[in-house]
């Protein structure tokens, strides 16, 4: 272990959440950054960054006595690594569902889109009324361009 290690991980056990904050603080632009690099394309539109920040932060908060009772790693390298298990955990989460990515970019157009619209209707006078909804919404949808369809 480097010296520059090894004292982190002294001034993190002296002082514990505190240090480890401000340490989490220092790093929070780099562990944006690697998450926003992950993310990029279809997956950007079911994660937040910071939600995957936010979590990295309370899962080491949890961590920390386990982290030091055994730290090998320098405490940046231990928040990277965190915050990667923590994304890694939500793709395989979301895929669990089995959703294709590619469903976050259907056009307006499509059936799914305009069902929602109309099933948004609870009542039995809106349910009557729900064919209506449908019918003008599609005559809407027909009139939009392929770009603001999207």
Known sequence: ?????????????????????????????????????RIRG????????????QESFIRAKKQLNN??????????I????????????????????RRSPDLETHLVGDQMIVERIADSLHSVGEMLAREEVVSRVRTILMTLTETDQE
């Open 1 to 37: 272990m480097s010296q520059g290690s090894e004292s982190a991980i002294v001034r993190l056990k002296s002082g514990g959440v505190e240090e480890l904050t401000k340490i989490f603080e220092a790093n929070r632009d780099a562990l944006r950054a690697m998450v926003s690099r």
């Open 42 to 53: 279809k997956l950007s539109a079911r994660f937040d960054e910071s939600d995957i920040i």
């Open 67 to 76: 982290y030091l009772k055994t730290a090998k790693i320098h405490p940046n």
């Open 78 to 97: 231990w928040l990277r690594l965190l915050c990667k298990q923590i994304l890694a955990e939500s793709i395989r989460k979301n895929m669990r569902l």
